[in-house]
């Protein structure tokens, strides 16, 4: 396990997890900005990004409502159907951008350096694969 996971599954980030979820559900169905959930809270900002880390496998955990976070809303628990497509298109997205940055800066250079690596001409088709698969659901 690493010490980030470690950390968040630490009694201090189960306590701010139990303490972010108790604001988001009295703010419902509004959302709270990070700046206004960390003083509502009366938590740290690394206490409200770990809580909140914790907050999203407990949630997973347990089979609660999804917890999404957009700039324009903040943080929601819950949403509705629309606004959890905007955030999982916006995602997908982010995700796309920074997969397609990876494969252009680092592997593309890789690959050219090293055409006869058998590491990079599998790296290679993995990645052009999964580039394709987010390509289809971003476009969907």
């Known amino acids: 396990m690493s010490t980030r996971a470690s950390r968040r599954r630490g009694q201090a980030a189960?306590?701010?997890?139990?303490?972010?979820?108790f604001?988001?559900?009295?703010?419902?169905?509004?959302?709270?900005?990070?700046?206004?959930?960390?003083?509502?809270s009366?938590?740290?900002?690394?206490?409200?990004?770990?809580?909140l880390a914790t907050l999203r496998d407990i949630i997973v955990a347990n089979n609660w409502p999804p917890l999404i976070g957009t700039r324009a809303d903040g943080y929601q628990l819950g949403a509705e159907r629309a606004a959890?497509?905007?955030?999982?298109?916006?995602?997908?997205?982010?995700?796309?951008t920074a997969f397609r940055r990876f494969i252009t800066g680092t592997v593309a250079p890789h690959a050219a350096a090293h055409p006869g690596d058998k590491w990079v001409r599998h790296i290679v088709a993995q990645l052009n694969s999964i580039e394709s698969t987010l390509d289809l659901i971003a476009t969907a």
Do not use: C, D, M
């Not at 189960?14 to 979820?21: I, K, M, S």
């Not at 959890?84 to 796309?96: D, F, G, P």
């Open 23 to 40: 604001i988001l559900f009295e703010a419902r169905p509004a959302g709270l900005l990070f700046h206004q959930l960390t003083a509502a």
């Open 42 to 51: 009366e938590l740290s900002p690394s206490q409200v990004r770990a809580g």
């Open 84 to 96: 959890l497509e905007a955030y999982e298109r916006t995602v997908i997205n982010e995700k796309l």
């Open 14 to 21: 189960q306590r701010h997890a139990g303490t972010l979820r």
